[in-house]
């Protein structure tokens, strides 16, 4: 058995725990995390792809857009388990207006084949990650485009995620490395993680 299938099983099972998925606007945005001992929010569970839970919630629209033009929409459709930390729009927003029409390109200029798909797959990790993993210990994981990313509890109970120095997307010559809050609830999909930030990644 391959490990999608393993996690549609996960996926399957924890469907139990809510009834079903609702509009992610609808649902406030937190970054606190349980304390030690009690329970952790459920995921919301659907049964679509990352890319397609991400585009039912509503709040990555500007992130979905850069992964379409970066050709990751298919990928991220057809990938084995994928975790994906996901800007959300007002995430997205924070990002400096000239380097985002350096990405996507403007009328006059085309967009940035080398660095966007390096930037979406920053917020990229090959495997699965879950809520409980990450706020028991800090962890490194490596991103599809070679950057390492840092999860840390904070003493506050929250999760800051961190772009660490690699060989990653280069935000020419800005002063970019930043953290994240993870902010809650994370959506379970039927090929991985999704886990919204409130900033985009950049190192």
């Known amino acids: ?16 725990m809510v009834p079903a998925m609702m509009p992610m606007a609808a649902m406030a945005q937190a970054t606190i995390i349980p304390p ?18 991400m585009a039912a919630d509503g709040r990555f629209t500007r992130f979905i857009e850069f992964a379409r033009q970066s050709g990751a929409v298919e990928q991220l459709r057809a990938a084995n388990v994928v975790t994906v930390f996901a800007p959300t729009d007002i995430a997205m927003e924070r990002l400096p ?13 085309q967009r940035d084949v080398v660095r966007l798909p390096a930037f979406v797959n920053l917020h990229i990790v090959d495997g699965l990650e879950t809520l409980p993993g990450l706020a028991g210990k800090e962890t490194l994981m490596r991103s599809r485009n070679g950057a390492n990313l840092l999860v840390q509890p904070t003493p506050q109970s929250t999760l800051v995620l961190t772009a660490q120095d690699g060989p990653g997307f280069s935000a020419g010559g800005l002063n970019a490395s930043r953290n994240a809050n993870i902010l809650l609830p994370i959506i379970q999909a039927a090929n991985g993680m999704v886990f919204p930030i409130d ?4 190192v």
């Open 97 to 109: 207006a000239s380097l985002r029409d350096q990405l996507l390109g403007t009328p006059g200029m």
């Open 36 to 53: 030690a001992g009690t329970p952790m929010q459920p995921p919301v569970v659907t049964n679509t792809s990352v890319i397609d839970a």
């Open 1 to 16: 058995m391959n490990n999608r299938r393993k996690f549609l099983g996960l996926a399957a099972a924890g469907a139990a």
């Open 199 to 202: 900033n985009a990644m950049l």
